[in-house]
């Protein structure tokens, strides 16, 4: 098994993913809110580009729809809720199907389509993340979500963290850049000390969310790994 990581949702490539179990990481926030809300019952999660989308599919379906995610990591005028995991609790969540949109992370996961697999992953289910991996028993390609098209330190730590936990379970070849993930992960095993540098970290701090950045920095909380497929993340 090949490990790769690509570093920026405007940085996939459809030939590097194909045939490939592909994991998207958006740990600040979008992936970590999605493995919350699927481990709090929701039915599943539909990513979408725009608002527009959003809308369209409320209006569109005679389904009752959950409307999150953010704009410049605000909550949506007329979404039901924001992109703070700590708001898809059991009780708002559970048995409701969420359409989302966010600014890097859905951009992400749709951008995977024509992968093997693709995971979503996250701090909060990275033990389960490699196990479903070592399962699968194929390349690797995790996808960082990454800001604004570009690399962002938080979810380089977060694929160093489940590389180290797929090094767990078997042996893998790793590519440069995976390597570097992971060896950036075991300078910093508690997250903390190094993904205070990143830029997204600045920005959710700034706005008072502290709450969101303990909880998304927690590991293995979580043992369900949503998959999206079809269209949605089930
Ligand atoms: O870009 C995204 O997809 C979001 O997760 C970013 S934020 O943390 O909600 O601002
Ligand atoms: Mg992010």
């Known amino acids: 098994m090949r490990i790769d990581i690509i570093v920026s949702a405007d940085d996939i490539k459809k030939e590097k993913i194909a045939n490939k ?11 970590s809110v999605i493995t919350t809300a699927m481990n709090n019952g929701c039915t599943g999660v539909v990513p979408v580009l ?10 569109n379906s005679k389904e009752e729809f959950m409307l999150g995610g953010e704009r410049k990591a605000l909550k949506i005028e007329g979404f039901h809720y924001s992109n703070s995991p700590l708001e898809y609790t059991r009780k708002t969540i559970e048995g409701k199907t969420l359409v989302m949109t966010t600014t890097n992370g859905t951009k992400a996961i749709k951008g995977c389509v024509g992968a093997s697999n693709i995971l979503i992953g996250a701090m909060l289910n990275a033990k389960a993340t490699a196990k479903r991996i070592v399962e699968l028993n194929k390349d690797v390609v995790i996808v960082n979500a990454g800001t604004d098209g570009e690399f962002s330190i938080d979810d380089f730590l977060c694929s160093g963290y489940i590389i180290d936990c797929v090094l767990s379970l078997v042996q893998a070849e790793l590519t440069d850049i995976a390597v570097t993930s992971h060896y950036i992960y075991k300078n910093n095993e508690d997250i903390h000390s190094f993904i205070k540098y990143a830029s997204h970290y600045k920005r959710i701090t700034e706005l008072g969310l502290e709450a969101d950045l303990e909880y998304c920095c927690r590991k293995d909380i979580i043992d369900k790994v949503p998959e999206y497929k079809n269209g949605i993340i089930v």
């Not at 989308?53 to 409320?58: N, P, Q």
């Open 21 to 31: 179990t592909v994991v998207v990481i958006d740990m600040l926030r979008a992936t």
């Open 50 to 59: 725009t608002v527009e989308d959003a809308a369209g599919i409320v209006r």
